[in-house]
């Protein structure tokens, strides 16, 4: 299954809730202001990275660019998709579930 969070985890609590339910395997993707939660060096980063060995997560460029970050910033593990990639993340899992 395909999660795409798209709200700050600071916002609301989407990210930790996925997480929580997530089966492992699951494909996680952080777009618009959850694209916070894929930085290096933030509060998030060590539940991100302690997740990476249940989940893959991906960031969407697009949005990670607009707020002024690039791969640099990235926590190591997370791959960075354009819009392509997203839609084949969509099309490779059997369901998406959007977390708001």
């Avoid at 492992?24 to 959850?34: F, Q, T, V």
């Avoid at 990275?49 to 970050?69: I, M």
């Avoid at 690039?70 to 059997?94: C, H, P, R, W």
Wanted: charged fraction near 20%.
């Amino acid at each position: 299954m395909l999660h795409t969070i798209n709200k700050s985890p600071t916002e609301r609590p989407s990210l930790l809730s996925c997480l929580r339910l997530a089966k492992a395997g699951s494909d996680i993707l952080l777009i618009e202001d959850a694209v916070y939660a894929a930085l290096s060096g933030t509060k998030f980063a060590e539940i991100i990275e302690n997740s990476l060995n249940h989940h893959q997560f991906f960031v969407l460029e697009a949005d990670l660019d607009c707020r002024g970050f690039g791969q640099s910033e990235l926590i190591d593990g997370i791959t960075m998709v354009d819009y392509t990639g997203f839609v084949s993340l969509a099309v490779k899992n059997d369901k998406v579930q959007a977390w708001l």
